[in-house]
């Protein structure tokens, strides 16, 4: 993120001047603060268009939060602020507001004030940072949390920096999002729209640090060195080998991270590892257990191939459409990735090409969303806009995912490696595919070498969802299944599942479900010059790990019988796609994604966490596809 320095010019005195002084007549009346305002500070700013003022902004408690307030030069009316809080850095050189997280130059056409603010316990900002601080206890008055802290800087914000209309728009993605959602449990009766883009809501069940009770290893570990390292610098963790692969191998069970490398100065992951199963500390973090209503209009963006937090803003919008009495709980999803809504195009990701400049209609609607809400501009959107793969158009819908015209139908697995919408007829013991998981062996979950997740600077860490999944199509311990050569459009648009029966010889296990569209051969039209090869290309759509102890509960774990048939389903999360006539459709199978997901050792230890390496064993994996176990995919097709 780039950073910014205040004028010195004559125009800045007279705001300098004017902002102190307001400072100063609301400290007596500031009732939510009880502590006089600070005056904030000028510097020269080189900015053609913004006047930018430091601030250390009081919090309830007595901690300043480091805030910058960027104000345009040219005369205007009154303005709305647009209002970031993030983590990772504000601005702070003689530039104009940082690219990261800043609105697009279409939405500041309109006319706001700017305002980013880091977090308690980050760069300048004085308190203590806590990973994802969990709401506070509303029955101590003197408890603070996320929301308390944005209630209060607007309310600050209102009071001391002239020349604004008195309402409050907030923006940001990932953890920026995540900031904004807390702001919604208490929200300050000027904050008038949010557009929460990728927030998480439940960290164990889906998006950054655990999926279905699985823990992922090597964006947890990196983001924690990140994160927990230097409060003034968003630090890299420095591998000693090119490829993680081999490191996270090499570093064995989980039990020596702490021994060999954060020797228990990384609290996040201190608690990550002493809460393994879904207790009431990962209970309370679930902010979407939190949102009752929706007080508050928002926009809920999300993108298909988010290698984060994909998850997260579809269950927001959905717990929040429970209650939506006003109608002002919006959704959109494209075809991105985490950011993706962000690029200058957003018409490609990796290989694929989706047509158009998905970002530029992303622009479009989120400009539309906060002139209604902050400027009283008219508000033409649909409720729902979603970007359809396969088709590559958008949807305009009343609901995702749709409430009606969708038929549930199962896709099964069959013998000799075939896909069919007709169940399975084998009735013996034999109607099962099978495969040794050895955790010495783990699948890799993108091309190797894999580069740091934050740092390599090819990045692609972005990009992996999309990854042509030919790359492990012939391991023995992935398990290959596809249909014959569509012969017309398979079109499906909702909820995805896996009803998977499969049985361990171990007595844990991590089932991992892909759903792939194979692009076809063409070889009588091969690619022009310069682009991608996509003859035969497996795009993957769909997929998600889910991890067998938690079968029953994700609170209560238990081991799993060993060779013993269960039942796993699983979520694979809504979408929207068209498998084209003359493609195929892919199914794959497999126990190890490494080193996103941590390896499972396959003999059920009451926490991984403090597992041996002696207690990872090589299990033979079983899939059924018999009439009583007919494992199958069951997705929503639109006749």
């Not at 020349?163 to 953890?175: D, H, K, L």
């Not at 311990?477 to 599942?497: F, K, N, P």
């Not at 102890?549 to 699983?570: G, L, M, T, W």
């Not at 809504?574 to 794959?588: D, E």
Request: negative net charge.
């Amino acid at each position: 993120m780039s950073l910014g320095i205040l004028p010195r010019n004559a125009i800045a005195l007279v705001t300098l001047v004017t902002l102190v002084a307001l400072a100063a007549a609301c400290a007596i009346g500031y009732i939510a603060l009880r502590t006089p305002s600070p005056s904030p500070s000028a510097h020269a700013n080189a900015s053609r268009h913004f006047d930018a003022t430091y601030a250390m902004v009081p919090m309830r408690d007595g901690v300043k939060l480091d805030t910058v307030i960027f104000v345009p030069k040219a005369t205007h009316p009154p303005l709305p602020f647009l209002f970031k809080r993030t983590p990772y850095g504000i601005t702070q050189s003689d530039k104009e507001p940082g690219a990261r997280g800043r609105p697009s130059d279409e939405i500041m056409a309109d006319g706001y004030i700017w305002v980013e603010q880091n977090i308690r316990g980050r760069f300048k900002s004085e308190g203590t940072f806590v990973m994802g601080r969990p709401p506070r206890d509303r029955s101590d008055p003197k408890a603070i949390d996320e929301s308390t802290d944005a209630y209060d800087t607007i309310e600050w914000l209102l009071r001391n920096v002239p020349g604004n209309n008195g309402r409050v728009g907030m923006i940001g993605g990932s953890y920026d999002a995540w900031t904004q959602v807390m702001a919604l449990l208490d929200p300050h009766p000027a904050l008038r729209a949010v557009n929460e883009a990728a927030s998480p809501s439940d960290l164990f069940l889906n998006d950054d640090t655990h999926h279905n009770g699985a823990f992922r290893l090597s964006y947890s570990f990196e983001y924690a060195a990140m994160m927990e390292t230097v409060k003034d610098a968003n630090s890299n963790f420095e591998f000693d080998r090119a490829d993680t692969y081999d490191w996270f191998l090499g570093l064995g069970a989980l039990s020596h991270v702490n021994e060999r490398y954060f020797h228990g100065q990384k609290p996040s992951w201190n608690e990550v590892a002493t809460h393994p199963n879904r207790d009431d500390f990962w209970k309370h973090r679930a902010i979407g257990t939190h949102l009752e209503r929706a007080t508050v209009p928002t926009l809920n963006t999300a993108g298909f191939w988010d290698q984060e937090d994909f998850v997260g803003p579809l269950d927001i919008y959905a717990r929040l459409e429970k209650n939506d009495r006003a109608n002002t709980n919006y959704l959109v999803v494209g075809p991105w990735n985490h950011g993706g809504w962000g690029d200058p195009t957003g018409r490609r990701l990796g290989a694929i090409d989706f047509g158009s400049d998905t970002a530029a209609e992303y622009r479009r609607i989120n400009r539309q969303w906060f002139a209604h809400w902050l400027h009283d501009a008219p508000l033409d959107l649909p409720e729902a806009t979603v970007f359809e793969s396969g088709s590559n158009q958008w949807q305009k819908l009343s609901h995702f995912p749709p409430e009606s015209g969708v038929t549930p139908r199962r896709l099964y697995l069959r013998a000799r490696g075939t896909l069919s919408f007709e169940p399975p007829t084998e009735s013996d013991a034999s109607g099962f595919d099978s495969y040794i998981s050895d955790p010495s062996n783990p699948v890799p979950y993108r091309h190797r070498p894999i580069g740091p997740t934050f740092s390599d600077p090819a990045h692609p860490w972005r990009a992996w969802l999309v990854e042509d999944q030919r790359f492990v199509d012939h391991r023995p311990d992935v398990l290959t299944w596809q249909s014959e050569v569509l012969d017309r459009d398979v079109r499906v648009q909702g909820d995805i599942a896996a009803e998977l029966f499969a049985s361990t010889s171990g007595t844990d296990a991590d089932w991992i479900v892909k759903l792939i569209d194979v692009l076809p051969e063409n070889s009588e039209h091969p690619p022009d010059a310069g682009e991608p090869d996509l003859r035969g290309y497996e795009l993957m759509i769909a997929n998600d790990v889910f991890r067998a102890r938690f079968r029953e509960d994700f609170e209560h774990p238990a081991p799993v019988p060993a060779d013993a048939v269960v039942k796993y389903s699983i979520d694979m999360h809504p979408n929207a796609h068209v498998f084209l006539r003359g493609h195929r459709i892919m199914v794959q199978v497999q126990s190890t994604w490494f080193p996103l997901i941590d390896r499972n050792p396959q003999k059920y230890v009451s926490n991984i966490f403090e597992a041996k390496d002696s207690d990872f064993i090589a299990a033979t994996q079983r899939v059924l596809r018999s009439q009583a176990a007919s494992s199958c995919i069951v997705l929503p097709v639109i006749e």
